[in-house]
């Protein structure tokens, strides 16, 4: 006679003397456990299981199954490969008897599994990396002290005004004193190729400076 039992999410065709490798359960080498989940057992089919119905089994080992190697890829901008190894716990049965009826009597301990994670569990369950702490946006630079706003002239932007301070230059006055020679030297100082002239910023600043 055979059952179809299920132990661990799986189910199995068993006869008295089969060894099977189920999903761990909470038993010792050498203890007689009842496996209560039966589908099938001789010419009964359960609904979904046959009641009164049970498969004994004798506990002959805890094992551990093959290894499986996981392997993750993500292809992303910032793409990662991880690899890990897990090997199920598993105990080794001999199926000894099977009850078309009268399971609540025997006397012999139900079958109870350990909670075990198949792999999926163990991904979920890892702790997952921290992201990478964001770095500090630097500080933004701040005008000399006494400072004029140097962009209020024509063609100065942010940029250009670093340029013009980092040069010593940081006041309207200053601009509104060039003469040809001190013109000269800035547009060669700074390339600007002829823009102080062109932009007329020694007459805005003298403007600016009253």
């Known amino acids: 006679m055979f059952a179809v039992m299920k132990t661990g999410g799986k189910q199995y065709k068993v006869q008295s003397g089969d060894v099977l490798r189920v999903e761990r359960i909470a038993a010792e080498a050498g203890e007689k456990v009842q496996f209560n989940e039966i589908l099938m057992v001789g010419g009964s089919v359960g609904t979904p299981t046959v009641d009164g119905a049970a498969v004994q089994a004798e506990v002959i080992d805890q094992i551990k199954g093959e290894k499986v190697i996981h392997f993750v890829k993500r292809r992303r901008k910032h793409s990662s490969k991880r690899t890990k190894g897990h090997r199920q716990k598993l105990t080794l049965v001999r199926v000894t008897d099977i009850l078309e009826n009268g399971a609540d009597k025997s006397g012999v301990k139900a079958a109870i599994g350990t909670g075990s994670a198949p792999m999926a569990a163990v991904e979920a369950a890892a702790p997952a990396k921290k992201a ?26 942010p940029a250009l005004e670093k340029k013009l301070h980092a040069a010593g230059v940081t006041t309207f006055a200053q601009i509104a004193g060039w003469n040809a020679d001190d013109i000269a030297a800035m547009d060669e100082k700074l390339s600007f190729k002829g823009r102080i002239e062109r932009e007329g910023w020694v007459a805005q600043a003298a403007e600016l400076a009253k």
């Not at 962009?151 to 100065?156: D, F, H, I, R």
């Open 132 to 157: 990478p702490a964001k770095k500090a946006a630097a500080p933004k630079a701040e005008a000399p002290a006494g400072a004029d706003d140097l962009k209020t002239l024509s063609g100065v932007g």
